[in-house]
């Protein structure tokens, strides 16, 4: 059974349980109030004749006469102050009777009292009978019981017209109840269904879909909250899509990258197998060999890093000082450089930065083989640090201005002739571009051919270790 009409059904239930209890409840109140005020008027009523007729047959009852003058004296004096609804007993003998009932064979009638009228309700002939009765007494004239008879069916018959009544205003309620509840239910829960039916569609892919909130309430509140969750999922699924894309790439580019080394290895190690050739040929094939493996060898190991880059592996920020990080730089790369008969100029005017250490390291080590690979000997290579960017600067030969959207993409070279002789994969500044990123920052690029060429790691904002972001300066 689904929600709104276990929720409909509960209610429904309450409201009826509510109403016929209280209906209830108002009716048997009614009912009793009717009827205690019938008895209360009659028994005042029962009161006052039976006074009436105390008085009377104490001053005005014939003396010395017989029996039937008595009675037809009792008799007249009961229609003249009491009407048809009364009977009139003398030491418990009926002495007049102006009803058209017989009490008598009724059964046991109560024992009249002279305090109040006392009564009985009997139900006979499917009438509802009052007898209600007094004793009065009359000096020398004995004892008197006044009796009252009277039909009161008509209390009852009232009673029961109400009892229907209730029952259509219950049943006309309860119909009502029903609809309105189960439309208002319903209403009330469209949303939880809208909700359901946008949370099939996301988990058969289609994550954009998303709840229309329409209320403040607390349904509304679930599906705000909803939508933000979905969000998330739909920006998390991109990232891992974007990711499985660039390795896609990669590895695609990767693939393409080993044939050529992959080939010159086969080739040579076939000739060393099945050829004779001098030695000195051996020796120049082994040492392409050994040149191809090691470069296969950083092939893989930049590889590496850029894969665990994509992953958004734990980085770990602290606050270093900018020079001292040059100073590490300028420690690997003194002898690289004083190899190809450059120098390596470095200026620092910042203070500390929250980084992390070994990959701003790496981003810089790059730029500088970059610069080492574009320039020539005797060239002057300049690292400079200030404001809020770390450059590295070269005078060599440039790069032509439509080249430059395409060097940080994995594997481009510019010149790949050129790379390959001085050990170039194409995946350097792939990687600095990465490193960027993850510092919330990006690559400038600036060259002119037969110039030299400006790299740029600029810090755009930096987030702390307590999550706070500054600008670098």
């Known amino acids: 059974m689904k929600l709104w009409k276990k929720l409909s059904m509960l209610a429904v239930l309450a409201i009826l349980a509510a109403t016929g209890i209280?209906?209830?409840?108002?009716?048997?109140?009614?009912?009793?109030y009717n009827i205690s005020q019938t008895i209360s008027n009659y028994q005042g009523q029962v009161t006052s004749t039976a006074y009436v007729l105390e008085q009377e047959i104490r001053n005005n009852a014939p003396q010395g006469f017989g029996d039937e003058t008595n009675k037809s004296f009792l008799q007249y004096t009961l229609r003249k102050h009491g009407g048809t609804d009364y009977m009139l007993f003398r030491n418990g003998k009926l002495a007049g009777n102006l009803t058209n009932y017989d009490v008598a064979g009724q059964g046991t009638m109560p024992e009249w009292t002279m305090k109040q009228a006392k009564y009985v309700i009997q139900r006979t002939d499917g009438h509802h009978i009052l007898i209600m009765g007094k004793q009065f007494a009359?000096?020398?004239?004995?004892?008197?019981d006044l009796v009252l008879v009277r039909d009161i069916s008509q209390i009852y018959d009232d009673i029961q017209d109400q009892v229907w009544m209730l029952l259509l205003v219950y049943a006309g309620v309860t119909a009502l109840a029903i609809n309105m509840i189960f439309w208002v239910t319903k209403r009330l829960l469209r949303p939880l269904n809208e909700l359901q039916w946008t949370a099939t569609l996301i988990s058969e892919g289609d994550f954009r879909r998303r709840v229309q909130v329409r209320t403040n309430d607390e349904v509304g509140k679930v599906a705000e909250v909803f939508n933000?969750?979905?969000?998330?999922?739909?920006?998390q699924v991109e990232e891992l899509e974007e990711v499985s894309e660039r390795r896609k790439q990669l590895l695609g580019s990767l693939t393409h990258e080993l044939k050529t080394p992959m080939t010159s290895i086969i080739g040579y190690s076939d000739t060393l197998l099945h050829v004779k050739i001098s030695k000195e040929q051996q020796k120049r094939a082994l040492e392409y060999i050994n040149?191809?493996?090691?470069?296969?060898?950083?092939?893989?190991?930049?590889?590496?890093?850029l894969v665990g880059m994509y992953d958004n592996e734990m980085i770990h920020f602290e606050e270093y000082p900018v020079q001292e990080l040059l100073n590490r730089v300028e420690a690997l790369e003194r002898y690289h450089v004083a190899e190809h008969k450059m120098q390596l100029v470095m200026t620092c005017a910042v203070g500390t930065v929250p980084m992390d250490v070994d990959l701003m390291e790496s981003l810089l080590v790059n730029l500088i083989d970059n610069a080492i690979k574009a320039s020539g000997e005797g060239d002057t290579i300049d690292v400079l640090a200030v404001n809020n960017r770390i450059t590295v600067r070269d005078w060599g030969k440039g790069i032509p201005p439509e080249e430059i959207p395409?060097?940080?993409?994995?594997?481009?070279?510019?010149?790949?002739?050129?790379?390959?002789?001085?050990?170039?994969?194409g995946l350097g500044l792939a990687l600095c571009k990465k490193i960027a990123e993850l510092h919330y920052g990006h690559l400038e690029i600036e060259s002119r051919l037969d110039a030299g060429t400006s790299i740029s790691m600029v810090f755009d904002r930096m987030k702390n270790m307590d999550g706070s972001q500054e600008e670098m300066g």
């Open 138 to 144: 009359s000096s020398g004239e004995g004892i008197y």
């Open 22 to 32: 209280f209906g209830g409840t108002v009716l048997y109140q009614t009912a009793n």
């Open 228 to 235: 933000q969750m979905a969000d998330r999922v739909e920006r």
């Open 406 to 425: 395409k060097i940080t993409e994995a594997f481009y070279m510019v010149d790949k002739s050129r790379s390959r002789k001085v050990g170039g994969i």
């Open 291 to 305: 040149a191809e493996c090691k470069r296969l060898e950083r092939l893989s190991g930049k590889m590496m890093s």
